[in-house]
């Protein structure tokens, strides 16, 4: 928890003192700022790998979630991101598949930085993006429940498809790189059967300058 603390007070140090920069940005063509609502899909990685083939993963399912971009220079911003997903934890084992075994809800949330490439005589506008966060887990079944809270890397790709000089559509796939915290969630050291997992989000949304 002290981890998820610190780095929801780097994201938001981070967009305060960009704020400055935004400023000037304002003045020089009036559109510093970039919203983006978005919704999508989570593929999610093994939160465990365990003996004889067996895994602890939740399942893949709906993505929502909200992002904030300050921009620092004409082809570079600073993002923070909002997204929540929920879905079943599944036990698989080998010859029977997944077995829903409690519920998950998983807040993600981190800042990072987006770079716009430049192109000539295309539809569309590539950009990359690189960050880090958290994935704040929830996990309930019957009266059991228990959180998690684990750091995250991330690096993204996707293209902003204009509609007019404010708005457009952006399509993103981004990648969640983290490791799930079984001594955080249930008090036991089991590191040794974690893993480090990628998590893919792929996603569409609006994109609204300001």
Known sequence: ???SLLVAGLVAGSLLAAAPAARAQVITNGKAFQATPYAGYMVFGHLADGPLGTSLQSANGPLYGAQLA??????????GNLAYANGDVKAGIPFLGGISVAKSD???YDAGLQLDIPTAGLAFRPFVQAGAGAMHYSISQSVFNTTSTNFAANVGVGADIPLGKTAAIRLMAKDYIGKFDFKDATGFDLSSSASRSNNIGITAGLRLDF
């Open 1 to 3: 928890m002290r981890n």
């Open 70 to 79: 300050v921009k620092l220079a004409p082809s570079v911003a600073l993002v």
């Open 106 to 108: 998983l807040l993600l």
